[in-house]
């Protein structure tokens, strides 16, 4: 169909952590992974897994800037209370309005390991 060949960007969905526990090898190019959850954000076995495979970047894409905020201060601080020690910076925030005349925006979120 078309010529771009395999993508270095692999999306994970929780439900596969959650349900067959993903393993380290499965980052077959460890560039970066774009995740892109529903509107209750990351679950936190997710966040996790994330931590433990400490991809060079992360791409988080978000139609809740409430769970964004919460999953971005998972993945970039130390959360004492979810044994949860974070590796990442947040580079930049982009919010994009693809829903004019709504309160609705949509996120996306560069992240890059410390």
Request: proline content about 7%; charged content about 20%.
């Amino acid at each position: 169909m078309h010529s771009l060949g395999r993508s270095p960007c692999y999306r994970l969905w929780h439900k596969y952590v959650a349900g067959i526990g993903m393993h380290e090898s499965y980052s077959l190019f460890n560039r970066g992974y774009l995740i892109d959850p529903n509107r209750p954000g990351m679950h936190l076995k997710l966040i996790k897994f994330l931590l433990k495979l400490r991809a060079p970047r992360l791409i988080y894409v978000s139609c809740n800037p409430a769970t964004c905020a919460r999953d971005l201060d998972y993945l970039c601080h130390d959360v004492v209370e979810q044994n949860i020690k974070g590796c990442y910076k947040l580079k930049s925030v982009q919010p994009v309005d693809m829903f004019p005349h709504t309160p609705h925006i949509e996120c996306i979120c560069l992240l890059e390991l410390e």
